[in-house]
């Protein structure tokens, strides 16, 4: 936990939030307009859903033709997702508008979208609102803290973070956020990462570390294990602190600047698993001594899945026969029961497989009642290491999921 | 639907329900003995779960020594998994007590048992209880009835059936029972399958059907995918019924027991759906038209797991979208999302991968009203096909499986 609460100006970049308005019936902000200075370049990691949003299928195609952007182009409240070639057409639409009012080449802007799945587009309140959008541009602290909001869909509060390094003598700023609360597993949770730097980095450089940084964050907390079909985190690097180019992911300065963004993302992606929908509760669940890493990633999150755990560390029940049980049916393909070690916190409830002998049930119960709880998972059979983030599932998660559109 | 309701006695097997007690503070039976006569033979397939309870181990060592089986021994209340070395002692020791009691081979005992994981198995009390379970062995209906109950934990309400099929003139008859209602997933389900036939059939054909039978019966339910330490599904056969005998499952004789056995298994399994935890909604999930079965049975699956299709199935809302976004992020090869249709019951909701150009909420809400519902999805791809059969998920299942062991 190195970065810090809020947002700090990145240079180069400004924001514009407004109300479109998309989603419905609600009188807050829902589209917002990311607005990069020229010689801008950008990274993204998309959804791995092959039912993925047109918006996505839009950035991937920019991406793909030019590292240089100049807008992003976001919205809350309907995923344009589920809606065909109509979609398609409906997100073109809205970046086309956004390339005339703007003077950009239409390649230079990303769109996204986030909410309900399935329905239109309100294309012409997008485009109708997109030139207050710019005239709302601005770099400002307070400008990124209405940006967190504007984002937001069952998220109960916004998640804007910050961090610095110092690279050749130059302070280098970046700046993040997140939306996401439930549809949220790794690759991708449907979440969006928005992060701004002002580092001087190529295209390829910054793609490659953002890959890495990913991997042990955003792509390592799930909330119910869907998969969304919009998820994307995307980095851009104005190119504005001052020092020399980075182009080289495997030199010190570009090291220096990975380790900022990993600590930036892990932490956006922990306040993801904080917000997850109607969670009481933050859990790690840390597999070590694993075959492998891969290995270590599959049993953690089968059992950060197991609706049975969930529902256990809901009611502070330390069930802990669920967790074994979720370690034995992970898809992994060999492991030796004999030698799991299991802890809740600092209890160790079980040895060598079985219950540890001087498990009590009272110190099993008194681990599981705070508000933070950690899974650590000791498979006994090599170094193999992997720590996904998630919650509980609580009556409050299938309430707002039974109610989302109403 | 061709089982019907209830048990019907079958030459060669008596019951003997009584309680323990192995369930605390629940005054009801929770031991139950199946007897069968000389000459019997079994078949079992059983859990996938690597983290498998001792009575598993044991029950697969014991078929590997002989297909003659004499008794079924089983508990409700304890799983006796995740209880290493110490659990299987204890194991051998209840069947060690029921060999010297009834005067049979030890590998002639199939132990089971189901409920809670990680604590110790009440041995003594176990052990005490045999002779009386002894003493009440009984052929009838109503012994049938009484052991179906014996083995509930979470069910609300006992599943027995049996169907009657014609070999060479003699009439075969087929009684089973289920129990099961959460930790339910393929591979095995939370469950036992306990089928008794008075069929004249060798060892390896029975355990051939049997698991052609469990293919796409018991191992096509899911409730919430956590697979349990303790599944199995057993079949014996008394060899009572007249016919000669049956060696070869491709014979017609053969094929005849598979379909009737094969009805019985979708009947039960389909029983353990309708009685998921907190259910009010029973759900096939169908899948067609995929590149292989396999691909279908993964596309199926995935829906039915799909925590934010279960919560808006719950709600009765037609959120549909999840449901192609669950398709999505189905691991398989390649979708052509273009080619792919969904129905929720007979109205079409997705066209070639958008929403129908006919569709309405009205008539979306209409589909998702009613108490059973089967999502139909099309590929579009080639001829593979599965049939899932799951359940909702409501704050109802949250709150049994937060409270499950105060």
Known sequence: MKSSVGGLPIQGVRLGAVKAPVYRNKDRDDLLLMAFDEGSVGAAVT????????????????????????FWLLNAGNANAGTGEAGMEACDQTVAELATN?????DSIWPFSTGVIGEPLPVESICHALPRAIDALNGSVDHW?????????????????????????????????????????????????????????????LQSILAGSVRHSFNCVTVDGDTSTNDACALVATQTAGHRLIDDPKSPDA????????????????????DGEGATKFVRVICEEAVSDSDAHTIA???????????????????????????GRAPV????????????????????????PQYTEEAGQAAMNPPEIDIRIAMGAGSGYCRVMTCDL????VRINAEYRT
Chains 1, 2 share one sequence.
């Open 47 to 70: 959804t791995t859903n092959q039912f993925c949003a047109a918006p996505v299928h839009v950035l991937r195609a920019h991406l793909a033709s030019t590292p240089h952007v100049r």
């Open 145 to 205: 803290e209405r940006a967190s909001r504007a984002v937001m869909t069952t998220d109960t509060h916004p998640k804007l973070r910050h961090i610095q390094c110092v690279i050749q003598g130059k302070t280098v700023t970046l700046t993040g956020m997140a939306k996401g609360s439930g549809m949220i597993h790794p690759n991708m949770a449907t979440m969006f990462g928005l992060i701004a730097s002002d580092v001087v980095m190529s295209a390829g450089c």
């Open 301 to 327: 999150n089968t059992v950060a899945l197991s609706p049975l755990v969930k529902t256990a560390l809901a009611a502070s029940d330390p069930n802990w026969g669920r967790i074994v049980a979720a370690v």
């Open 255 to 274: 090291q220096q600047f990975a380790s900022a963004l990993s600590d930036l993302c892990d932490d956006l992606a922990e306040m993801l698993a904080r």
């Open 394 to 397: 609580t009556k409050e998660y």
């Open 102 to 106: 703007a003077g950009v080449a239409k």
């Open 333 to 356: 393909s060999e492991i030796a029961i004999e030698r799991v070690n299991v802890w809740i916190n600092d209890v160790q409830i079980v040895q060598n497989g079985g219950r540890h």
